[in-house]
């Protein structure tokens, strides 16, 4: 049985792959790292050269490619998917006596009198999601439901630049974990909100009513096209089933999965 990818001149593979792998690159260290190399005109450039060859040798199609952040065909429907781990919802602190309470509850359940430290982060107010990861590969995005079941949305959390397509290999781990489970929040910014809102306008459609809202609406879209258009971002601050990552401390888990490409905001 063979392959018609056997039939397709080898340069032309090579070209497709090298393509791949520096867009991959370089939207890391522009979404990510915020240190890009070439500009935004070279960056598209390339992009086009891409999306043309796909579209010549569609046998060479890859759910890892680069081009699906342009977005994928409609849906008609939300499929779901179970969560391995549990997706539980964050308690809030409204004073400091809030906090002091939980680090006298933090000491009870430790037994220790000793000095804690916390690691605290920006409140981001977005749609919390879980992203899977299988041998480096974003195969499945899905948000958190009702913690223990949420939609299928692997589609259009592609479409988001910060979040991986592939993971990194950096530092001392030489390849990616067979298996990870990782959480964070997709979020538009402030100054995002205000652009889309001027866009909607200028369209004629209904304003949003604020970041969250728009950041919800704009994932939770059956059309994933529609998804790309909108200023999503993501950082992510913890992990499910996640035995690869042998963290000891939240910070460590952070840091963690800053060295595997996911952008995280302590």
Known sequence: MFSMSEFIDPDIIGRIKNLREELHRHNHRYYVMDDPEISDS?????????????KRYPELASPDSPSVRVGAPPLKKFGT???????????????????????????????????????????MDGVAVELVYEEGRLVVGS??????????????VRTIRTVPILLQKQGERSSAPSRLEVRGEVVISREGFKRLNEDMSEQGLPLFANPRNAAAGSLRQLDSKISATRPLEIFFYGTGEA????????????????ELGFRVNP
């Not at 948000?143 to 259009?156: A, F, H, L, V």
């Open 243 to 258: 035995d690869a990552i042998n963290a000891k401390s939240h910070w460590g888990m952070l840091s963690s999965l800053k």
């Open 143 to 156: 948000t958190r439901g009702d913690g223990e079941t949420g939609e299928e949305i692997t589609s259009n």
């Open 42 to 54: 070279e960056y598209d450039r390339m992009m086009r050269d891409l999306i043309e060859l796909e």
């Open 81 to 123: 998917v179970g969560h391995t781990i549990k997706m539980l919802s964050l308690d809030n602190a409204f004073s400091e006596q809030d906090i002091l309470d939980f680090d006298r509850r933090v000491r009870r359940e430790l037994g220790t009198e000793g000095e804690i430290i916390y690691t605290a982060e920006p409140k």
